[in-house]
């Protein structure tokens, strides 16, 4: 998903992200991965990491990009997950400065590799399925496999952010109403007649 002046294109990751409910937390409901906690600053990260964080403005590393100006996004290479015997890259997207999503980009490790290390850290998923969904009271873990990623989220974070991006898109479809309902421009006045043999305009 795009946001600029409103959610451009449904994400997957903003899709699952916004599922936030009430539901009981699931088997050790995580606080983030590793060192990486919710709601940690950028240059906290850098911090923990020196020399190993990199900022990303557009690329597309796997996860559809969220462009807006209360998103920061970062990446990690060459990471060691838990659970997960080849090193990963892990992308980090902030929202107003705080740590809101995780997304772990498993590389030359296999859907299976995954899958089993999330159901030996997490328990049964809330969704289960091609990709899985693990819903808690403050945290939503998702694969999506097909893309060779999944994502942790804060979901109280999630629900901020859903409430902008909600918001963004009210203003932006009033503006498109606004225009399809302007009166149609008048055209442009004729040319003036050309006197004979006069060079034409360049």
Same mark, same amino acid.
């Given at each position: 998903?795009?946001?600029?002046?409103?959610?451009?294109?449904?994400?997957?990751? &903003?899709?699952?992200?916004?599922?936030?409910?009430?539901?009981?937390?699931?088997?050790?409901?995580?606080?983030?991965?590793? +060192?990486? +906690?919710?709601?940690?600053?950028?240059?906290?990260?850098?911090? &923990?990491?020196?020399?190993?964080?990199?900022?990303?403005?557009? #690329?597309?590393?796997?996860?559809?990009?969220?462009?807006?100006?209360?998103?920061?996004?970062?990446?990690?290479?060459?990471?060691?997950?838990?659970?997960?015997?080849?090193?990963?890259?892990? #992308? &980090?997207?902030?929202?107003?400065? +705080?740590? !809101?999503?995780?997304?772990?980009?498993?590389?030359?490790?296999?859907?299976?590799?995954?899958?089993?290390?999330?159901? +030996?850290?997490?328990?049964?998923?809330?969704?289960?399925?091609?990709?899985?969904? !693990?819903?808690?009271?403050?945290?939503?873990?998702?694969?999506?496999?097909?893309?060779? !990623?999944?994502?942790?989220?804060?979901?109280?974070?999630?629900?901020?952010?859903?409430?902008?991006?909600? #918001?963004?898109?009210?203003?932006?479809? #009033?503006?498109?109403?606004?225009?399809?309902?302007?009166?149609?421009?008048?055209?442009?006045?004729?040319?003036?007649?050309?006197?004979?043999?006069?060079?034409?305009?360049?």
């Amino acid at each position: 998903m795009f946001v600029t002046g409103m959610p451009h294109t449904a994400s997957a990751l &903003l899709v699952c992200l916004l599922l936030a409910s009430s539901a009981a937390a699931f088997e050790n409901e995580p606080a983030g991965l590793g +060192k990486l +906690k919710f709601g940690m600053s950028p240059q906290q990260v850098e911090k &923990l990491f020196p020399g190993k964080v990199r900022t990303l403005d557009m #690329e597309h590393l796997g996860a559809t990009p969220v462009k807006s100006a209360y998103i920061v996004r970062q990446v990690l290479p060459d990471q060691t997950v838990a659970g997960l015997p080849a090193p990963t890259n892990v #992308e &980090l997207r902030y929202w107003k400065d +705080k740590l !809101w999503v995780i997304i772990v980009y498993y590389g030359a490790n296999s859907n299976n590799d995954v899958a089993e290390g999330l159901n +030996k850290q997490y328990g049964k998923p809330t969704i289960s399925g091609q990709d899985s969904i !693990w819903r808690g009271q403050k945290v939503q873990v998702n694969t999506v496999m097909r893309e060779r !990623w999944y994502a942790i989220a804060d979901l109280a974070l999630s629900g901020e952010a859903q409430k902008v991006f909600a #918001e963004d898109m009210r203003k932006a479809q #009033e503006r498109l109403r606004g225009q399809q309902g302007a009166a149609p421009a008048a055209p442009p006045p004729a040319a003036a007649p050309k006197a004979p043999g006069a060079p034409a305009a360049p």
